[in-house]
């Protein structure tokens, strides 16, 4: 069964930093998600995506966060400037067809900044 | 606003136990509803949904029943097994949030042999 896929599983960086985060979506979705659960809390969500451009986003997704989609199979999270608060596991989630009520959710990253 | 408020845990039963998960929702417009399972060291996956009132989901053995009049979605199962010990999510989502869940804190499932 197709799944998405994310890599690391986990990164530890040092604060001021720049990380990217990286997804594989499974192929035939066109819709794509990113997420983050800080430890202990709900899952949020930080950004959608489709036709290679954000269809939306939240509060949290600021400007030290952006998407994108380099090229036809990956999806990546950058992260401009980590903060300690930044630590979180993030999750990449896709659809199929359009903005459907199923999203198929990837193991997550767990990003570690210190 | 939409929201999900579900039971604190840890829930922790023995084998065979009876397991309710309780979950009650706010919501704008008419939302469809979800139960998310998160095993240790996975990502979420989607354990049963509802679209409509009064709708049953189900899977694995476990059921939840969208009960538009007490605006719930209890997550049930009649007997657990130490395979079920995870974090279980429920969650909301609707058009008008452009099909973005809502998901509440998670309620952590273990269970003893």
């Known amino acids: 069964e197709p799944e998405v896929t994310q890599t690391p599983s986990h990164q530890v960086t040092q604060m001021g930093q720049e990380v990217i985060l990286r997804c594989v979506p499974i192929?035939?979705?066109?819709?794509f998600y990113w997420y983050r659960q800080i430890l202990g809390q709900k899952v949020e969500f930080l950004v959608s995506?489709?036709?290679?451009?954000?269809?939306?986003k939240s509060e949290i997704f600021d400007d030290q966060f952006s998407v994108e989609r380099p090229d036809g199979s990956n999806f990546t999270l950058k992260i401009r400037s980590t903060k300690l608060e930044d630590s979180a596991m993030y999750f990449c989630?896709?659809?199929?067809?359009?903005?459907?009520?199923?999203?198929?959710f990837g193991p997550g990253t767990r990003l570690t900044v210190l | 606003g939409n929201s999900v408020t579900q039971m604190e845990g840890p829930v922790t039963l023995s084998e065979e136990a009876f397991l309710t998960i309780n979950c009650t929702y706010t919501?704008?417009?008419?939302?469809?509803l979800f139960w998310y399972v998160q095993y240790p060291g996975e990502g979420l996956q989607l354990l049963l949904k509802?679209?409509?009132?009064?709708d049953k989901g189900s899977n694995k053995g476990f059921e939840a029943t969208y009960r538009k009049e007490t605006t719930s979605f209890h997550l049930e199962k009649g007997s657990v097994q130490v395979s079920d010990s995870a974090v279980y999510f429920c969650?909301?989502?609707?058009?008008?949030?452009?099909?973005?869940?809502?998901f509440g804190r998670g309620t952590s499932l273990i269970v003893h042999p």
């Open positions: 995506f489709y036709n290679n451009e954000i269809s939306e």
């Open positions: 989630a896709s659809g199929y067809p359009r903005a459907t009520d199923t999203q198929y």
């Open positions: 919501a704008t417009g008419y939302p469809s």
């Open positions: 969650a909301l989502a609707t058009s008008g949030g452009s099909y973005i869940p809502t």
């Open positions: 192929s035939n979705h066109l819709y």
């Open positions: 509802a679209t409509k009132a009064d």
